[in-house]
């Protein structure tokens, strides 16, 4: 039997003789290396979560933009140019169906147009794919481009 110097508890009485009481649970510092390993976990993870939410969210300009390009050929097809305004095309707001984006169309001829998609709210911060652009050039050529080059994809923002 342990001397009492030991550190365990023994119960009083006659049933309970020579039984130890075992306390169980965590220490503060246990506690501590759990949340400290918690908090670097979420370190790692958030700006990984938060990446893929922003490219996800470009799928609502790519839809949105391929949208209005069906309704600019629908337009053209009885008119003799493009449409300049989202509201000649039928869109009764300027924001894409998630809202990610604001839509503008440019440049809006007989021969093309430039449709542009820049990001508002959180997915401002999508800096790589601002803005995302659909473009028709010479009634042929569409041109898919994002950020500062109007002509290119460097960012891989437009993947099919």
């Known amino acids: 039997m342990p001397s009492k110097e030991s550190g365990m508890r023994y119960p009083q ?21 759990s949340l400290a390993i918690l908090a670097v976990l979420a370190a790692i993870a958030l700006p990984a979560y938060q990446a893929q939410q922003r490219q996800v969210r470009r799928g609502d300009a ?6 209005l390009q069906l309704a600019q050929a629908r337009w053209r097809s009885t008119h003799s140019s493009h449409a300049a305004d989202l509201t000649s095309l039928g869109w009764a707001s300027d924001l894409s ?47 898919l481009s994002s950020g500062a080059e109007w002509v290119g994809d460097p960012g891989r923002c437009w993947r099919q």
Not at 13 to 33: F, N, R, Y
Not at 62 to 67: E, R
Not at 107 to 134: F, H, K, N, V, W
Request: aromatic share 4%; hydrophobic share 35%.
């Open 13 to 33: 009485g006659k049933d309970h003789a020579c039984a130890p009481i075992v306390q169980t649970g965590w220490t503060l510092s246990e506690l501590l290396v």
């Open 62 to 67: 790519q839809s949105a933009l391929q949208q």
């Open 97 to 143: 169906p998630g809202g990610h984006y604001r839509l503008t169309i440019e440049d809006a001829d007989s021969e093309g147009y430039s449709l542009i998609a820049t990001p508002i709210g959180t997915q401002a911060r999508d800096s790589a794919c601002t803005p995302m652009r659909l473009q028709l050039r010479h009634m042929a050529t569409v041109v």
